[in-house]
C-alpha cells in the first residue's frame, strides 16, 4: 500500500488549504448568520474560486477543465469544508454534474454546454430531483406509476413542454443550467418512464420560487423549481427517452459518475467538519482553563478528544481508500457505506466538540453551534435509513 | 409510600394545561417566524394568559395565593407546557419556583406584606433570582473527588448607610430579568463574611436591565446592573436564603423541572413525528408501515417513557424525603441522574424525529430543527452532562464535601 500524494495532488491540496485560510474561513460565520436565506450566497469567493480552478476541476482536460482524479477532489473538497462546509459544498456541486456531463451527454451537447460553463465564474450547476411528493420515492422507486416524480415532459414538436414543481434544488436558485428529470410516460413504473434534460435557467415558462431556510449548509442555496409550460428542445434530452435512470441513477441505478462522485463527495466534506472541530477542539482546551487549570488536564477532555481524533482519521482512512478505488475503476458498495459512516462520524465529532467547549455563562459559541448545525444536514442525505437500505442493498448484487 | 397514582387534581390540572396548550399555545409557537431560532421574542400573550390559569404562581402555597403544588404537580405541567413552548415553560417555572422559595420559605411577614400583593395582582410580574456573575464557574471538572470546590464570584456589594443598603455591582445571565418585578440580588456586604440576598425592586432607582439577545438557555436572560441602588435594610432575606436560593442546601434533593421541560420538548418532537409519518406516503404506504421508521419510533418512545420515569421519581424523592429516609427510594441524586438520562435521550428523539421528516427536518420554517436545538440546549443546560456525572461519581464515591456554603466570597 503507498498512500503517498503525488506533486500534483499535493499542489491541489495546498492550494485549497490557502484558499480556505485566506478567502473562506474570514467570512464564514458571518454567512452564516445572515438570516434571510435568499442572502447568504456571495458571488465574490465563488468567483474567486473558480479562478483558482475549484468550480471546474472535475472537466475533462480534452474539454478544457483541470481532469483532476477522484484523490484529488476528495482532498479538495476536505480542505474547503474545513474552512465552510457549505462553501465547499457549493463547489463541488459542479464537479458532480461536470462528471455528469462529460460522461453522459452527446459531443453535440458538450460543445453547446460546456465552454460556457468553463468560461463563465459565475456559472453553476444543478440538478432538479425532489419533489413536494416525491423524496425517497425517488432514491428507492417502487413499481407503482403513481409514485415518485410528477413533473411532467409531453412532446410538441421538436419541443418538450415541462409543467410541474421541483423542491429542495440545489444551486436552484444562482445557478445557469440543470438537469431535471420529468416523467414522459405516467403509465409504466418511473424507473421506466423518467427522461432526463438539460434546462437553462433562462428557459421560457421556468422559474425559482422560494429559497428554502435551512438550519445548516446556510451559505448553500436549496430553491423551488417551477415548471408552467416550460419549453425545452428535443436536443437537449440526455440519452434515452425513459433513460433518466440509466444515465444518473437518479432513480435508483448507481452505475455512472454522478453517484459515484456523490457518495465521496458527502463523506469527503464531512471529513472537513470533522478536521475543523478536531483542531479547534484542540486548540481550545489547551487554552482556555477551569479551576486554574487547562481543559486538556482534564481526563475527561482527553478522552473526548481521543474520540473525535479517532473517528475523524478512521474517516480520512475511508475517504481516501474509496477515492483511491474509483481512480483504480474499482467501483463498489464502500463508496456508500463511507458516505454513512460519515453522518454518523461528523455528527458524533461536532456533538464533541460541542461538549468540550461547553456554554460560557448564557452564550454559547457560534462556531460550534453552526459545525453541528452543518453536521445534521448529513441525518436526511447520507445517514437516513433510506441512504442505508439503499447501500445495503447494492451488497446484496456485489457491486 | 413509594406511588406515581396521579391525585384527581394532578390529571385535572394535566388535562387543563394540554388544552390551554393546544389552544392557545401551539398556533404561535409554530408558526414559521417564530420557529426560526434566531428568533426567540417572547410569546407574552400566551405566558399571560398562562398566569390567569394560575402557572405563574404554581408552587406558591394555597396559604399564600397560590396553587400549593408539589414538585412532581410542577413538572406535571411544566412538561405539557414545553411541549407547547419551552421559553414559556422556562419563563413560568421560574416565577413559580422563585416564588415557593422567596415567599413561601425566606421572606418574613413583613416582606410578604411588600412584595406578595404585587405578585398576585400582576400577570406580568416575574420573579427573578439574580446571583450569577461574570467570572463565576462552578463547574466541578479539576475539583472532581478533591478540594476545594469551586467558588462563586460575588463582587455586587451592598453598603449599608443608615436604614438602606446601597448596591453596586453586574450581574450576568439572570433567568427572567427583562419580565422580572422583584429581584432577589446575591450580594456582599462589607464586614460580613458570608454573601447575603437582597430583595430588589424592578423599579428602584438604580436599577437597568439589559436582555441578552438570543441567549443560549430557554426563556429569558439579561444582564442587571445596580448603580448606586438604594433599597431598606428590611428588605434583607434570612441567612438560609442564600443556600436555598443557589441550590447549595442541604435540604430537598433538587427538583426536576428543568428535566420535565426537556422532556416536553422531546414529547412535542416525538409527537410531531408520528403525525407525519401517519401522513407521509413513501415506498406505497404510510411512513409508519415501513420497518425503519417503526423502530426508530418505538426506540423514541421506549427513551421518553424510561426518562418520564426517572423525572417523576426525582420529583417523588423531592416531595417526600421519607421515601428515601425509609429506603424506598434511593439516596442517589435522582435529579441530576434524570439532566443526563433525559437530556441524551431527548436530543436522539428530536434528532430521529427529525429524520422522518426528510428534507423538512432542517428547515428553519418547520419545527423539527427548533426540537433539535431545543433539546441541545438542554443537552449543554446547567453545567453539562460530563460536570453531571462527575457530580454523580462523587455521590457514589461518597465523596463529602466540607459542610461550609459553596459560595465562598471573592473579591474581598
Known amino acids: ?399 | 409510600m413509594y406511588s406515581l397514582q396521579l391525585s384527581p387534581e394532578q390529571l385535572e390540572i394535566r388535562d387543563t394545561v394540554r388544552d390551554f396548550v393546544t389552544r392557545e399555545i401551539k398556533p404561535a409557537a409554530l408558526k414559521a417566524e417564530r420557529l426560526d431560532i434566531a428568533d426567540r421574542s417572547l410569546l407574552l400573550a400566551q405566558i399571560d394568559a398562562a398566569s390567569q390559569l394560575g402557572l405563574r404562581t404554581l408552587a406558591l402555597s394555597e396559604d399564600h395565593g397560590g396553587a400549593g403544588a408539589d414538585a412532581l404537580t410542577a413538572c406535571i405541567v411544566t412538561e405539557e407546557l414545553a411541549a407547547g413552548d419551552a421559553d414559556i415553560a422556562a419563563v413560568l417555572s421560574e416565577t413559580s419556583r422563585l416564588s415557593h422559595l422567596l415567599i413561601d420559605l425566606t421572606m418574613n411577614d413583613a416582606q410578604r406584606d411588600a412584595f406578595l400583593p404585587k405578585l398576585l395582582n400582576g400577570d406580568r410580574y416575574h420573579l427573578a433570582f439574580a446571583g450569577h456573575e461574570i467570572g463565576s464557574d462552578l463547574r466541578l471538572g479539576v475539583h472532581y473527588h478533591r478540594a476545594p470546590a469551586a467558588e462563586a464570584v460575588v463582587k455586587t456589594t451592598a453598603t449599608k448607610t443608615g436604614g438602606d443598603y446601597i448596591i453596586n455591582g453586574v450581574k450576568d445571565c439572570v433567568a427572567n430579568a427583562p419580565l422580572a418585578g422583584l429581584f432577589a440580588v446575591l450580594v456582599r456586604i462589607p464586614g460580613r463574611a458570608e454573601p447575603a440576598v437582597l430583595l430588589v425592586p424592578a423599579d428602584a432607582p438604580g436599577v437597568s436591565v439589559k436582555a441578552h439577545e438570543n441567549a443560549w438557555p430557554h426563556g429569558a436572560y439579561g444582564s442587571v446592573t445596580f448603580k448606586d441602588c438604594r433599597v431598606p435594610a428590611a428588605n434583607l432575606l434570612g441567612d438560609d436564603a442564600v443556600a436555598l436560593l443557589t441550590g447549595t442546601s442541604e435540604a430537598g434533593r433538587g427538583n426536576p423541572i428543568y428535566q420535565a421541560l426537556n422532556l416536553g420538548i422531546g414529547r412535542a418532537a416525538y409527537e410531531a413525528g408520528l403525525d407525519y409519518a401517519h401522513i407521509r406516503v413513501q415506498g406505497g404506504r404510510p411512513l409508519i408501515e415501513h420497518q425503519a421508521i417503526g423502530t426508530k419510533l418505538a426506540e423514541t418512545i421506549i427513551k421518553l417513557e424510561v426518562a418520564r420515569n426517572a423525572v417523576w421519581q426525582a420529583a417523588w424523592a423531592s416531595d417526600h424525603p421519607e421515601a428515601v429516609a425509609d429506603r424506598s427510594l434511593s439516596d442517589l441524586p435522582l435529579t441530576t441522574i434524570a439532566q443526563v438520562f433525559v437530556s441524551e435521550a431527548v436530543m436522539k428523539a428530536a434528532k430521529d424525529a427529525a429524520e422522518i421528516f426528510g428534507a423538512m427536518g432542517v428547515m428553519r420554517d418547520m419545527p423539527l430543527q427548533k426540537y433539535i436545538h431545543d433539546a441541545r440546549v438542554c443537552l449543554h443546560a446547567n453545567d453539562g452532562n460530563s460536570d453531571a456525572k462527575l457530580r454523580i461519581a462523587e455521590a457514589i464515591a461518597g465523596y463529602r464535601r466540607a459542610a461550609t456554603s459553596a459560595m465562598a466570597l471573592a473579591g474581598e
Not at chain 1, 495546498?14 to 452564516?32: H, Q, T, V
Not at chain 1, 465521496?264 to 475543523?276: F, K, P, T, V
Request: charged residues 25%; contains cysteine.
Open chain 1, 1 to 399: 500500500m503507498d498512500f503517498t500524494l503525488s506533486n500534483e495532488q499535493r499542489d491541489w491540496q495546498m492550494k485549497a488549504r490557502k484558499f480556505a485560510d485566506d478567502e473562506i474561513r474570514p467570512i464564514s460565520l458571518a454567512r452564516d448568520a445572515i438570516r434571510t436565506a435568499r442572502e447568504t450566497w456571495d458571488w465574490d469567493v465563488i468567483k474567486k474560486g473558480s479562478k483558482l480552478g475549484f468550480r471546474t476541476m472535475a472537466v475533462p482536460k480534452e474539454w478544457g477543465g483541470h481532469g483532476t482524479d477522484f484523490v484529488t477532489q476528495a482532498l479538495v473538497m476536505a480542505e474547503l469544508a474545513k474552512a465552510d462546509s457549505a462553501m465547499s459544498k457549493a463547489f463541488s456541486q459542479n464537479w458532480k454534474w461536470s462528471h455528469l456531463i462529460s460522461q453522459v451527454c452527446t459531443e453535440e451537447q458538450k460543445k453547446r454546454f460546456l465552454p460556457g460553463f468553463l468560461a463563465d465564474d459565475g456559472w453553476v450547476l444543478g440538478k432538479g430531483i425532489t419533489e413536494p411528493s416525491a423524496g425517497s420515492d425517488n432514491r428507492m422507486p417502487i413499481e407503482d406509476p403513481k409514485s415518485g416524480i410528477k413533473l411532467r415532459a409531453e412532446r410538441k414538436g421538436d419541443e418538450w413542454i415541462l409543467n410541474g414543481e421541483k423542491a429542495f434544488i440545489a444551486n436552484a436558485p444562482i445557478g445557469k443550467l440543470f438537469f431535471i428529470d420529468a416523467r414522459t410516460d405516467s403509465t409504466v413504473a418511473p424507473k421506466q418512464g423518467t427522461t432526463l434534460f438539460l434546462v437553462p435557467s433562462d428557459t421560457p415558462g421556468f422559474r425559482i420560487g422560494k429559497v428554502f431556510n435551512k438550519s445548516g449548509w446556510r451559505f448553500y442555496q436549496n430553491g423551488e423549481m417551477i415548471f408552467e409550460n416550460a419549453r425545452v428542445p428535443h436536443a437537449n434530452v440526455v440519452g434515452e427517452i425513459g433513460g433518466a435512470s440509466k444515465k444518473t441513477g437518479g432513480a435508483g441505478g448507481d452505475t455512472t459518475g454522478g453517484d459515484l462522485f456523490g457518495d465521496l463527495e458527502l463523506a469527503s466534506n464531512a471529513l472537513g467538519i470533522c478536521d475543523d472541530a478536531c483542531e479547534t477542539a484542540l486548540r481550545y482546551a489547551k487554552s482556555a482553563t477551569q479551576g486554574g487549570e487547562p481543559l486538556f488536564a482534564q481526563q475527561n477532555v482527553q478522552l473526548q478528544i481521543n474520540r473525535m481524533f479517532m473517528l475523524t482519521e478512521a474517516l480520512r482512512s475511508f475517504v481516501m481508500r474509496v477515492a483511491w478505488e474509483h481512480d483504480m475503476k474499482i467501483h463498489s458498495a464502500r463508496a456508500g457505506l463511507a458516505m454513512n459512516y460519515s453522518c454518523d462520524v461528523v455528527n458524533e465529532v461536532a456533538e464533541l466538540y460541542m461538549e468540550v467547549r461547553g456554554a460560557e455563562g448564557c452564550r454559547m459559541d457560534h462556531h460550534a453551534d453552526k459545525l453541528i448545525r452543518d453536521a445534521f444536514i448529513w441525518n436526511h442525505l447520507a445517514g437516513d435509513s433510506v441512504s442505508r437500505m439503499k447501500i445495503a442493498r447494492r451488497l446484496t448484487v456485489g457491486h
